[in-house]
């Protein structure tokens, strides 16, 4: 009996240790499988933790545009208000979940409230800053926030070309026998404008403009007399009502985090100035033969005389401090018909003008240094093509000396005196034979 009793207990030995091994194998299968299953959901996890945490930083973007916004309109309707309790002014920056809450003290009470103060500054000053951003964007492309505002302009310009001209012909290629007549005009120009803008919504603007203008020219003649050491000159000034024009701007696209503010601009000026031809010339001197040699215009033209269209588009983009800003456009006009065209008082010869057409673009940058104040430097340019005439009857002819490239560079400065008015005063220097020696410019406008 003692041998089987001790093969039956081998025998119960080896199924025990056979058991125990299966067991173990088991047990190490669901272990691996639980420890897989524990890493898919940790990156499952991980990647809600990351959403939560993109959509949390939107929305707090989002509740802080919308903050200054209210506190703008507050400002403009009445006066400044008290800054808003808003999740956006104090809103704290994600916390990743790994990192554990660290147990409240006074210490720690007297930090946080000490952050949440700086922050609810900084966006308070960000939001006050919005009023020099939107005086930038009233001079740049439009306004869109302001019922309805009020602006009177006046410019200063001046214009010096000279010209020398040659009458006669060379000998041997070297010696110039003939007249050599010198030829300047200077003119000063003052321009007094008035513009309104209406805001119809809150993506139209509607614009009008009317200037008057006062200009004063003097003309210098060398050869006077047919002497080439004497000069003669002869001032004209004058006068009256320029181009009025109106415009509508519309908002494209509002700003956003790599779009700028786009604008739609179309307008429309009519020639209610007075235009250039037919005016009456004063002959001051004239040869033997009875060449007019030196005559000048007996007043000023305030205009165009034309039809004009005007199609552009402007952009404004901030970036904190700065403030970037292009426009680009084009000016078509029309023909015009006119009773003279000559500039010769002895006769009269009636026709048709068709002005070249202009492209015009400019970009520059503005820095908003506090609520009230900023400062823009920027560059534009004009690009005319050259004009026709055509005598009636006759066949279209270019005007030499029509065309032009006008450069200027702008320096310009805006204040907020109160909620109400603002001063943008702006020096522009020519840069090109076609533009303006200088300009100077100031506008106040004023928002109801």
Known sequence: MKPLAM????????????????????TAAMTGQDEAGNEDQVQALVAQLEALKASYAQEVRRLRE?????????SRLGGRAAALPATSAAAPAAVPAAAPPAPASAANGAELASQAGTAAEAEQARSQSLRSVDDVKQQQAALFNRRLSVEA??????????????????ALDAIFLGNIG??????????????????????????AEVPWIERKTVYQKGGAGGSAAAIAQQTSSGGGLGDASVSANFKLLSE???????????????????EPYGVDWRVIERDDDDFIRFAVPGEQPTG????????GVSMVKTADPAILFANFGYIYSQQGSF??????????????V???????AGAGLAFAFNERTSLSLSYSGRFSARARTRYRGGEWTKVIGSDGNAGTLNLGMTYAINRHATVVTQLGVGLSPDAPDFSLSFKLPYAF
């Open 182 to 207: 010198i030829e300047n005009v200077e003119s000063d120009t003052a321009t007094l404008s008035l513009a309104t803008r209406w805001g119809v919504t809150p993506r139209l603007t509607l614009s």
């Open 339 to 352: 009773d003279d065209l000559d500039s010769n008082p002895d006769t009269v010869n009636p026709g048709d």
């Open 153 to 170: 302009g006046l410019a200063y310009t001046r214009y010096d070309r000279k010209q020398l001209t040659l009458n006669g012909f060379l």
């Open 256 to 274: 956003r985090a790599r779009w700028p503010e786009t604008v739609l601009t179309a307008g429309i000026t009519a020639p209610t100035g007075r």
């Open 7 to 26: 093969a039956a207990l081998v025998s119960l030995g080896l199924l025990a240790n056979r058991a125990m091994a299966q067991d173990g194998q088991g």
């Open 354 to 360: 068709k002005l070249g057409n202009v492209f015009y």
């Open 66 to 74: 919308l903050d200054m916004q209210v506190q703008a309109l507050q």
């Open 304 to 311: 165009n005389g034309v039809w004009q269209a005007n199609l």
